[in-house]
């Protein structure tokens, strides 16, 4: 069982990015998946995240410009991301706490991480 995050890139202040996250292999189940965020000499930070049922929480720093949704049928979680600022620039990470597959529990993983660049 992977995660693949894709969709980061350079865009201008005020513009819009939509990253996505799949799971891959033999799973059942993910409660949790979520996109953390890590700048240049910061430490990783959670940006938002959501249930299987579809509750969300968010950073403060993103409340009202970014939506976190998924698919539950394609095991993918998407991040889109509006109104950006230079302050959002970092390399995002998709996690999922857990995840349960035909034969294991998977515990704490990550994708790869994909960089979004905010600058004009």
């Known amino acids: 069982v992977q995660l693949q995050a894709s969709g980061g890139g350079l865009v201008q202040p005020g513009g819009s990015l939509r990253l996505s996250c799949a799971a891959s292999?033999?799973?059942?189940?993910?409660?949790?998946m979520g996109w953390y965020r890590q700048a240049p000499g910061k430490q990783r930070e959670l940006v938002a995240r959501?249930?299987?049922?579809?509750?969300?929480n968010y950073a403060d720093s993103v409340k009202g410009r970014f939506t976190i949704s998924r698919d539950n049928a394609k095991n993918t979680v998407y991040l889109q991301m509006n109104s950006l600022k230079p302050e959002d620039t970092a390399v995002y990470y998709c996690?999922?706490?857990?995840?349960?597959?035909?034969?294991?529990?998977?515990?704490?993983?990550w994708g790869q991480g994909t960089l979004v660049t905010v600058s004009s």
């Open positions: 996690n999922a706490p857990l995840v349960r597959g035909a034969t294991y529990y998977y515990t704490d993983l």
């Open positions: 292999g033999s799973i059942l189940s993910i409660n949790v």
């Open positions: 959501i249930t299987s049922g579809g509750t969300t």
